[in-house]
């Protein structure tokens, strides 16, 4: 039987950005009544694609079919109306109007210049009613919860023909699960299917293996902005699908680079039990001890970057307690973990860590002067004193503290984000991702850092996406996948990226 003809096709696609190519030669390939994953890391390529797809973004090379006619799409309202809508994470609709109103919003029916208000209810609850949702239309939307939000989303992306019926014959869906529950996901999960069934083409951008495996029917992964393979779900299993989107062979990734180990750590420093947050990541316990580097390893979106959060009081947890050198600490804000001895490096360093139209002095400062209070400025022949002694011991180039901290290279920028916390001298150092971008020469000597501190008794809760980085400098691996901590797995040299590999996609220690 011959394979049916796609509904959309994207041929050899290009997408170049000052000195960046973001996508090189990708192929990509959607069939009517089929829901089809895209995966690949952060910056495979994911979210560009599927920005020139709807023409949020110019195309650089290749083309793009649609219903067997090449299309040249150049702007969201053009993708719209020949038949691609896009949902994505956040809801983006009115929550202070009624469901049918969102349903309908620009797209009212009016008649003599006025809005038809009971057949566009009229119109929005066979809609509903046709999608087998049970949604009161007449109702607020913020009187829903979010999942049935995101439905209402989805309704409305539906709505392109107008009260005619669903006119998309393509459906985006970006990360639409990420702050849903088991129930709301299964909600979710059955109007993909209802739709699918009326041969509504569905990309699903999804983090959560177990979701992709459960609701898929094809996969296209892309890695760095290149075309890996397409497959159909049941031809490639969890592991492989791991491999293929971090570039690494299981029998290739056995050789370890040389890393640190120590068997001596000392007392617990750090108890976390049944910490949670709804949404965010799944109740866990968690101890670190003084000296220990604990590593977190995991897909993208597997919740590490959630665990390390609920620790600084970013977030405010659910469920749970935390206490640090044995006494209880509420992690209500940031400024209770700071007081607490903890310090955290965000992965975002350029919007949640540092200042750039700030010097560099001012950006070292920052947080041991807040935790002073604004009222008790440091004296300013120990706060030079201070600045210079961590320039020189970081080896921030250049050497001034007078520069602005936008004007430095990623390693220094990272390296000035490092002296903040280091001289507020915690005793749980977070660092999310802390080499991600920069140079090699700057990535290891922030890692030799990380060793120097753990054995001066420090403990560093460590996240990178690179598995020998993890190993490389961890006691203790915590794995984590679909927001849950799923093993905890004591270094050795038997502790290979194959084995967390393994357990990344099975979700148990191998």
């Given at each position: ?14 997408k170049e950005f000052p000195g960046v190519r973001a996508l090189s030669d990708v192929d990509f390939r959607l069939f009517p009544g089929e829901i089809h994953a895209l995966m690949g890391e952060n910056g495979a390529g994911k979210s560009t694609l599927i920005k020139v797809l709807t023409g949020v973004y110019t195309l650089d090379g290749g083309t793009i079919t649609l219903d067997g006619r090449s299309v040249r799409i150049a702007s969201p309202l053009q993708a719209q109306q020949a ?428």
């Amino acid at each position: 039987m011959a394979e049916p003809r796609p509904v959309l096709e994207m041929a050899g696609i290009v997408k170049e950005f000052p000195g960046v190519r973001a996508l090189s030669d990708v192929d990509f390939r959607l069939f009517p009544g089929e829901i089809h994953a895209l995966m690949g890391e952060n910056g495979a390529g994911k979210s560009t694609l599927i920005k020139v797809l709807t023409g949020v973004y110019t195309l650089d090379g290749g083309t793009i079919t649609l219903d067997g006619r090449s299309v040249r799409i150049a702007s969201p309202l053009q993708a719209q109306q020949a038949g691609i809508s896009t949902v994505y994470q956040e809801v983006n609709l009115c929550p202070n109007l009624s469901v049918a109103e969102n349903i309908f919003i620009g797209r009212e029916p009016t008649r003599l210049g006025r809005i038809q208000w009971k057949r566009l209810r009229r119109e929005a609850a066979e809609l509903v009613d046709r999608l087998g949702l049970d949604i009161d239309v007449g109702a607020p939307l913020s009187s829903y919860p979010l999942a049935v939000q995101q439905l209402v989303a989805i309704v409305r992306s539906l709505n392109t023909g107008g009260g005619e019926g669903p006119g998309t014959k393509v459906l985006i869906l970006d990360e639409p699960t990420s702050s849903l529950d088991r129930d709301e996901v299964l909600q979710l999960f059955s109007l993909m299917r209802r739709l699918k069934d009326e041969g509504v083409a569905i990309l699903f951008v999804s983090h959560f293996l177990d979701q992709i495996y459960e609701v898929c029917d094809r996969m296209t992964v892309l890695r760095n902005g290149t075309l890996v393979g397409e497959h159909m779900v049941s031809d490639l299993d969890q592991v492989g699908l791991v491999q293929l989107m971090l570039g690494k062979a299981m029998g290739q990734l056995d050789e370890l680079h040389e890393h640190q180990l120590r068997s001596d750590a000392g007392d617990t420093l750090v108890q976390a039990e049944g910490l949670g947050r709804t949404g965010g990541i799944a109740p866990f316990d968690l101890e670190i001890k003084e000296g220990e580097v604990i590593g977190l390893a995991g897909l993208l979106g597997s919740g590490r970057t959630e665990l390390a959060r609920l620790l600084f009081g970013a977030d405010q947890p659910d469920t749970g307690k935390v206490t640090i050198d044995g006494r209880p600490v509420s992690m209500s804000a940031p400024n209770d973990a700071i007081g607490a001895g903890v310090a955290f490096c965000s992965e975002n360093r350029k919007s949640e860590g540092l200042v750039p139209d700030l010097t560099v002095r001012e950006n070292i400062i920052l947080a041991l002067q807040a935790s002073r209070g604004w009222t008790r400025p440091i004296p300013v022949a120990q706060r030079d004193e201070l600045v210079a002694k961590y320039i020189k011991a970081l080896d921030i180039r250049p050497a001034n503290p007078e520069a602005r901290v936008g004007q430095l290279s990623g390693g220094n920028q990272q390296k000035v984000l490092l002296a903040r916390w280091l001289i507020t001298q915690p005793k749980l150092l977070i660092l999310d991702e802390p080499t991600r971008g920069i140079d090699i020469g700057a990535k290891a000597e922030i890692q030799k850092l990380v060793v120097s501190l753990s054995e001066e008794g420090m403990s560093v809760l460590y996240i990178a996406a690179e598995l020998e980085e993890v190993l490389r400098l961890s006691h203790t691996i915590g794995v984590l996948r679909d927001r849950r901590l799923v093993a905890q797995i004591a270094n050795g040299p038997e502790i290979t990226p194959s084995r967390i590999l393994e357990t990344i996609a099975s979700g148990e220690h191998q």
